[in-house]
């Protein structure tokens, strides 16, 4: 009688070419999952990096605001003896603008700190920073201290443009060969900026030219 040899029971595990493709296998979807992670990250890295320079831009054109909207027509000397404009801007002087403002709260009206409620401020680009400037004095002499703060950096240009009563739109600040409007009825300022590109902010200055809105369909 033919007897059959029994069969030894093969071992359970894997082969060594299915542990090499499980592993091909594994190393693929760990990359797949580690690229998706790190756009994820960069992403929000981005996003957090945006969210605070539009933090930092907003802190900006609030101080801007709160100058602009408490301009006045105050005239100063400057540190020559020289009578300058309550308002001016131009391209071509060491402070793009500067102008006088009221309502610069002194908690400290006696003793030492006696000043006026008005104040003169400036602003300016210098390596591409957005500088404010301000003065104790209105009326400088050549010793007059100044206050310098960088308010914004990665700024690369700075443009401004001015209202008129007319309802036209200027470069510079007093429109040449105009004398009746000491200040501009609203104020609009471009910020080029390293990070963001160019974002514009209008301010209007209340008691500049008078600026009459149109109604809607008119």
Known sequence: MHQTTPTPN??????????????SIFALVS???????????????????????????QKVFNIMSRDLEQANARSIRDSYGTSQPGFQASAYGSNALEFTRGGWNNPFPSGKRVRSY???VAYRLEDNKLIRVYWFD???????????TAVLTGVRDLEMRFLDKD????????PTG??????????????????LGKVNRLFLVPTGAPIILQKAGS
């Open 118 to 120: 008005q104040q003169r």
């Open 167 to 174: 309802k036209k739109w200027q470069t510079s600040w007093p």
């Open 31 to 57: 990359a797949m999952a580690y690229g998706g992670l790190n756009n994820v990250m960069q992403a929000r890295d981005v996003v957090a990096k945006s969210s605070d320079r539009m933090v930092q831009l």
């Open 10 to 23: 093969r071992n359970d595990g894997f082969t060594l070419l299915e542990l090499m493709v499980a592993l």
């Open 138 to 148: 209105l009326d400088l002499d050549y010793d007059s201290p100044k206050y310098e």
């Open 178 to 195: 105009v004398e009746d409007q000491p200040l501009p009825g609203a104020v609009e300022i471009t910020l080029d900026l390293d990070t």
